[in-house]
Structures are given as structure tokens and as C-alpha cells.
């Protein structure tokens, strides 16, 4: 253990609801402050899940078939990958870079690949940049950062990726394994002779799940990490959705920087384009601070801060929102607000009156409802858009149920955590719901905002799945994540509830047990309730007007 003076750990969560550009940095801690606690060995998330069952589409895609091994009598694809991604990589770095591979040893006694870059001349001790990665670790661009500041650049595969060891044995359900496993590098990494302690992160989209895992880790050697469109628990957020396959953040210890704007994991898409009529404030910008400035820098006093972008009517300059916006706090006060569904496709304040009110589709696997905008991809303009795509190429679809409000009269604005609570039955023992929460345009564009699904069989929470009896009605309580929007006035609020969205969610073939592929996949009869005893809802986190009415350019109203 290093006796270097520590850190204060920090902790940051994070999901890919919107595009997150994240620095995190602590304060220093005076001498004497305890070492930091051993990596937790249990769940170290906010909701444990607890554990899952095998989902019912899990053997529809076909089996890959056993790649033959190497020859052994020339090099290997792996070994050309690494000469040529060493020579890339030396390419960007200063003239008489030295290098060092090692395989560094994990306490459980798997070894890592690590590539060691050592500035050309001396001793250090130096900050040492970190990307462990389960892609190719040939990636140098965190070093520019550090502009003529010498470092140490560590690139290292995590468990069972490319060279290193623990094939197997990295645990993609909780994570704990990359906490682990990042407690243990900075702790080799602090007893280098050319290391003074200091370790920065950095990485975006896959790059960023080690680093966003690492701090759960809490070790006192983790000064920064630099992370963006990205998360933690890839199982949970990325490959799940309330179970179907397929918390913003938390800094108790230092000081957090994160900026949320309205993009996605590359260019949006659709007719909507969000153009900020304000900018982030200078004082909440000095809680933001790079990787040079945490690793070699001197400590400033700055607040968290989140600057999250508030969208708005794009298609009418004086429209409040379009502004960013700065708290120190999430979430922010806000009043979460029912919008109940009523027969007929009305969505209103009011709970309906109607003892037996229901509406019924049927669900059909091998006719699935086709995904449309969204963020459940990288966006490729030759493949596909992401983003508040029109919804009205699905509008004569019989397999969606639309419930709409009647035209605002004055703006609503939301910010936070948007809930689904659907009260459902179905002939089938497991089949999905689907919810998209949607901005209707005066002139009739549908744009999804979120977009979420929920398998049935989790009624009673994640780590209690069961099947469904005919005839009985049950809860789904569908999280579907945060946003922050202004409905402008004349605008109407939409949820359209269905049953699948493909390829957005893998298509649900309506049986409790896997099936060997979708001949097997049966039709469903859904049922969303919308009586009084049974009120299906949209909730949502309703701001008060006046926090954001006036936040902007002489546009505002």
C-alpha cells in the first residue's frame, strides 16, 4: 500500500439517457486521513437486482460456430494486433517514449495485459493516465490531454479481453469483478517507483464503463476520471431495461463536473434541432476540470455542479427551455404529476371513473413493431438515426395503444425521473410492454423523448420473477429513465404503449421458458386496464415554472 497521502474517494452514477460528459475530481485530505476500504464484494449499486433467470429469448439466435485454433508455426493475428497497435500508439507520443509490458497480477492471481509508457527521461515520480478497456487497450488519445506535462500512459485489457487472463471469470452482472479489479491496478500502480499516486481515467462509450465502475471501488489513489456517453453496470442499463433486454450521479466525497446535453451516442436524427440559447455559467464551469489540471494541478475550491441541457420547442424561437441549466443537486425539486389513460386514447389528470375501462391489442412476435428514433444505438447515417424521430410512420399500426392529452394551454416543463405504471393482463405466462413518452407538435410531429420497456414476469421486482395467470391483472412499475423537456403551449403529452420495438429490444416470442427460435414464438392478447381500481399513468416530474420561464436570451416568455 502506497503511504502517499490519499484522496478522497468519490463516487459518480451515471446513465446513458442523454449524452454525459463527465470530470470528476477530489480535494486533497489531510495527512493522516484512514486508507480506503477494501473493494466491496457484494453488489455496489443503488438497486441490487439480485439474481436473474435465464431470459426467454436466449437461445433464438443461432450458436457460433468453434473457431479453429491458430497455427502455431507463424504469428498470431493477436500478435500482429499488438505490434501494430504499439507502433500507433508510440507514434503519438513524445520522441524516446520508453515502454514496458508486464502482466500485472489481480489478488486473485489472474494477470492483465499492461502496457507501461514512461516519459522519455527521469525518474518521476510522475500522474499516471489509466484506460483499462475490454476493446483494443491501442488507444492513445487521453495523452493530449496532458499537453507538455510528463505522465505515465497505462493501457490494460480487463479480464478475459484480448491477452488477458480470467477467461470466463469477469462477472457481467454485477460488475464487481471491474470494481475489483481497479482497486487492485491503482494499488500496483501506486507502488511503481515512477508513480506519485495520482491516477486519472478516461473513456467514452465502452472506454467509460471501467472508469464509471472503478470509483465504486473508492480507492484513494483515483484522483479523476474523464468519461462520456457511458456507464456502469452495462447488464442493468445497457443490455436491460426493467428486464427486457436489450441515477444521474453521486459524488458523497470531492467534487463532481457533469454536463448532460441533448445529443445521443453520435448525431441525432428527426426534424428537431436543439440550438442553446444560453451557456453554462462561468462560475459552474470551475467545477469542471480536465485530466491535466486534477493529476497535475493544484487543488481549487469548487462545488458539484450538473449542467443538464432543458430542451424545448425547437420549431418556435420564443419558446421557453432550450437553455441549460445548473444545480448541485439530483434530483431537483420537482412534483411527480399523474397523467391517467382513458378509453378512447385520452390522457388527462383525472383518474377515470369507468369501473371496467380496459383496452386489449394482440401482440405478435413474428410482427413486431419496428423501432424508430430513440437511443438504443450508435447513430450511422448510412444504417440508422437516433434521436426524436416523427412517430407518425407507425400511426396505423393495431398493435400500439396512443393516449394523448388535449393541447396545453400554458407550458409544462419536467425534469427527472419519468415513470410508466401500466396495470396489465395477458392470455400469455411472460410477454414485454413497451411505453414511449412523446412530444406532439402542433403540426402533428410525434417526437419520442423516451422510450422503455418492462417483461411482465418482474411484476414483483427483478429478483422475483413469475409467470402470469390469465385473467389476473398486475402492476408494472416502468422506469423509463430521466429527461428534461419543456411541453410549449399547444403541444400535447403522449404515451404509446405496445409490446415491442425492434431491434430497440429483443423481440419477446410471449413464453415463460426459452424457446429454440421465433417458429416457436406464439401471438398474445395484452390488456392495459384503465379503470378505477386498475388506472394506468404517466408520471411525471413536473418543475415549477418559474425555474426555467425566464432562463435564457430576451427569447424567453
Known amino acids: 500500500m ?24 477530489r480535494a486533497e485530505e489531510p495527512a493522516g486521513t484512514p486508507k480506503a476500504p477494501a ?106 490531454s496532458m499537453g507538455d506535462t510528463p505522465c505515465v500512459l497505462v493501457l ?23 470494481i475489483n479489479d481497479g482497486h487492485d491496478t491503482f494499488e500496483w500502480i501506486a507502488r511503481q517507483k515512477w508513480s506519485n499516486g495520482k491516477v486519472g481515467m478516461w473513456g467514452p462509450s465502452g472506454h467509460g464503463i471501467a472508469p464509471c465502475n472503478a470509483m465504486w471501488s473508492l ?9 462520456n456517453v457511458t456507464g456502469d453496470n452495462a447488464y442493468l442499463h445497457w443490455t436491460f431495461s426493467n428486464g427486457a433486454r436489450r441515477l444521474l450521479y453521486s459524488a458523497p466525497h470531492g467534487r463532481a463536473y457533469v454536463q448532460i446535453s441533448p445529443g445521443g451516442h453520435g448525431a441525432i436524427g428527426g426534424d428537431l434541432k436543439f440550438k442553446a440559447r444560453n451557456r453554462i455559467p462561468a462560475e459552474a ?60 386514447g385520452s390522457l388527462a389528470l383525472e383518474a377515470s ?7 386489449t391489442y394482440v401482440y405478435d412476435p413474428k410482427n413486431p413493431v419496428p423501432s424508430l428514433g430513440g437511443n438504443y444505438d450508435v447513430s450511422d447515417p448510412k444504417r440508422l438515426q437516433i434521436g ?31 415513470w410508466a405504471e401500466l396495470h396489465v393482463s395477458s392470455d400469455a405466462p411472460d410477454t414485454m410492454f413497451t411505453a414511449k413518452l412523446v412530444d406532439i407538435y402542433p403540426d402533428g410531429y410525434e417526437a419520442v423523448i423516451r422510450e422503455s420497456a418492462m417483461l411482465a414476469r418482474y411484476h414483483q421486482g427483478l429478483n422475483k420473477p413469475a409467470p402470469l395467470q390469465t385473467g389476473k391483472v398486475y402492476k408494472l412499475s416502468m422506469d423509463m429513465w430521466s429527461t428534461a423537456l419543456v411541453f410549449n403551449t399547444g403541444h400535447r403529452i403522449a404515451i404509446h404503449v405496445s409490446s415491442s420495438s425492434e431491434p430497440a429490444y429483443e ?30 399513468r404517466l408520471i411525471l416530474p413536473v418543475v415549477p415554472k418559474e425555474t426555467y420561464i425566464n432562463v435564457g436570451a430576451s427569447g424567453a416568455r
Open 285 to 344: 464551469l470551475k467545477a469542471s476540470r480536465g485530466l491535466k489540471e486534477c493529476l497535475a494541478g493544484e487543488p481549487q475550491e469548487a462545488k458539484s455542479c450538473l449542467a443538464y441541457y432543458l430542451m424545448g420547442d425547437t420549431k418556435d424561437a420564443t419558446a421557453p427551455g432550450n437553455v441549460y441549466m445548473v444545480t448541485d443537486h439530483w434530483p431537483v425539486e420537482h412534483t411527480p404529476t399523474s397523467y391517467y389513460m382513458h378509453t378512447g
Open 2 to 25: 502506497s503511504t502517499r497521502r490519499p484522496h478522497v474517494a468519490l463516487a459518480i452514477l451515471m446513465s446513458v439517457v442523454l449524452a454525459v460528459a463527465a470530470a470528476v475530481a
Open 156 to 178: 490494460q485489457n480487463v479480464r478475459g479481453s484480448y491477452g488477458s487472463e480470467g477467461a470466463g471469470t469477469f462477472d457481467s452482472h454485477s460488475f464487481d469483478s471491474d
Open 507 to 536: 423481440v419477446h416470442p410471449n413464453t415463460y421458458e426459452p424457446v429454440a427460435s421465433i417458429v416457436e414464438a406464439r401471438a398474445a392478447r395484452n390488456t392495459v386496464h384503465l379503470s378505477t381500481d386498475h388506472a394506468s
Open 39 to 144: 473493494p466491496r464484494t457484494g453488489s455496489a449499486y443503488e438497486s441490487d437486482p439480485g439474481k436473474y433467470v435465464e431470459e426467454p429469448t436466449k437461445n433464438m439466435e443461432p450458436e457460433t460456430p468453434a473457431r479453429k485454433p491458430a497455427s502455431t508455426t507463424r504469428p498470431s493475428a493477436a500478435d500482429a494486433m499488438n505490434a501494430a497497435g504499439l507502433k500507433k500508439v508510440l507514434a503519438k507520443l513524445p520522441e524516446g517514449t520508453r515502454h514496458e509490458f508486464v502482466m500485472m497480477p489481480l489478488t486473485d492471481g489472474v494477470r492483465l495485459a499492461t502496457d507501461v509508457f514512461l516519459p522519455p527521461e527521469g525518474d518521476g515520480p510522475w500522474p499516471t493516465i489509466l484506460l483499462r478497456t475490454q476493446y483494443s487497450r491501442w488507444d492513445a488519445r487521453a495523452f493530449r
Open 388 to 418: 426524436p424521430l416523427d412517430q407518425r410512420p407507425l400511426k396505423d399500426r393495431k398493435d400500439i395503444l396512443r393516449f394523448t392529452s388535449a393541447p396545453l394551454t400554458e407550458p409544462v416543463g419536467i425534469t427527472g425521473k419519468v
Open 353 to 359: 371513473e369507468d369501473k371496467a375501462a380496459k383496452a
Open 219 to 227: 480507492n484513494p489513489h483515483l484522483t479523476v476520471i474523464d468519461v
